[in-house]
């Protein structure tokens, strides 16, 4: 469903399989911030950005800086292993497409208005649909991290909450079961601190600032389909 490799933040990191590599557009923005911050400060600062931008154009959101920043996201489901390799895969997948889509059509408003006029917005592989996964990507990594400065409770119980507000109503008997066990594999909190390079007290503030940009990055999105008379059940 989604699907991205872990990326080097760190100098001890082993390189990668090649089947495990990210999509090309994808792995060029990864590449980009690579050993410049940890992957949470790289991400916080890049919505952070993102918003800003949103607002310099008037409340509008632009489709290339959107793509780039949303691929950074990619390291954050790496971090989490094979669990969340479900939402990687598809994730990665997507945004790809939206990169790609970037050097066609300059804002979010301007790929769904064209998929209105081709009724093609919920057809496996338009633009539409794949911004709408990917809204759901982000938003899930918003809940995990919710979930996971809300409690003292283990990485398990911040998933599994965050995967069944967000991507299981979507999701079939099947997949919602595989996803099930798969959190099973999920690292420790305190593992996964130190995979995104950071300590008790970084994790909390970079979480904090992630949740805090994305939210209107996220919420912009579902306005685009509501405005249009869209529902988001899908």
């Known amino acids: 469903m989604l699907g991205f490799r872990q990326m080097a933040w760190s100098s001890s990191a082993q390189a990668q399989a090649p089947s495990e590599q990210l999509c090309e557009g994808a792995a060029a923005v990864v590449a980009a911030r690579q050993g410049m911050e940890t992957p949470l400060t790289a991400v916080a600062e890049a919505f952070e950005e993102l918003a800003r931008g949103m607002e310099a154009d008037s409340g509008e959101l ?8 949303c691929a950074l996201v990619s390291v954050l489901f790496s971090s989490l ?18 990169i790609g889509a970037g050097k066609s059509y300059r804002t979010l408003s301007d790929i769904l208005d064209k998929d209105i006029q081709n009724d093609c917005v919920k057809k496996q592989g338009s633009h539409s649909r794949n911004l ?7 938003g899930l990594i918003k809940a995990l991290f919710e979930q996971f400065l809300a409690t003292e409770g283990s990485l398990y119980d911040a998933a599994t909450t965050a995967y069944g507000q967000v991507c ?3 999701h079939s008997w099947a997949i919602r ?4 066990a798969g959190m099973y594999t999920l690292p420790t909190r ?16 970079e979480m904090r600032r992630y949740i805090d940009a994305s ?15 869209i529902s988001l059940d899908w």
């Open 132 to 138: 709408r996964r990917v809204r759901l990507g982000l």
């Open 215 to 229: 939210s209107p990055i996220i919420e912009y999105i579902d306005n685009l389909f509501l405005s249009r008379n």
């Open 81 to 98: 292993g094979m669990a969340f390799r479900f939402a990687e895969m598809e994730y990665v997948t997507k945004v790809n497409d939206l």
């Open 62 to 69: 632009r489709l290339a800086p959107f793509s780039d920043t």
């Open 177 to 180: 079961k595989a996803v099930g």
């Open 190 to 205: 305190e593992q996964l601190i130190v995979r995104l390079n950071e300590t008790d007290f970084s994790v909390q503030k």
């Open 168 to 170: 299981a109503p979507f």
